[in-house]
């Protein structure tokens, strides 16, 4: 069992980390802030805009999670359900990465 719950683990970090990477590598090469967005100038930008959005989308998500409200305070709840959605969808990133990983390098 405890096995199990650290490989969940292993494979959350694994698409945290690289939501997170992929967030700043964007933001540095296009100079504009990462969001979660499928619009785009022609279709192959809406493409990689898509793209962006699912594969940074965790750490984008956690992000607009700590986002505070008008009058300063941060929402425990919007906290939260950010929390809890973008590491799920962090863990279906890993798991798609790690599968690919392995599929490629043929462990």
Known sequence: ML??????????????????????LYQWLSREQ??????GKTIWHSFGNLAVSFLCGPYI???????????????ISSAL???FVAFGW?????????????AMTGA
Do not use: K, P
């Not at 990462?34 to 619009?39: F, K, M, P, T, V």
């Not at 998500?61 to 929402?75: F, I, K, N, P």
């Not at 962090?90 to 392995?102: D, N, Q």
């Open 3 to 24: 096995r199990e719950l650290v490989l969940a683990g292993f494979i959350m970090a694994v698409g945290l980390c690289v939501a997170g990477m992929g967030t700043h």
């Open 34 to 39: 990462a969001a979660l967005r499928y619009d």
């Open 61 to 75: 998500l956690l992000q607009m999670g700590w986002q505070q409200e008008r009058d300063g305070t941060l929402s």
């Open 81 to 83: 359900i950010s929390a």
């Open 90 to 102: 962090a863990f279906i990133t890993g798991l798609l990465l790690i599968g690919t990983w392995f």
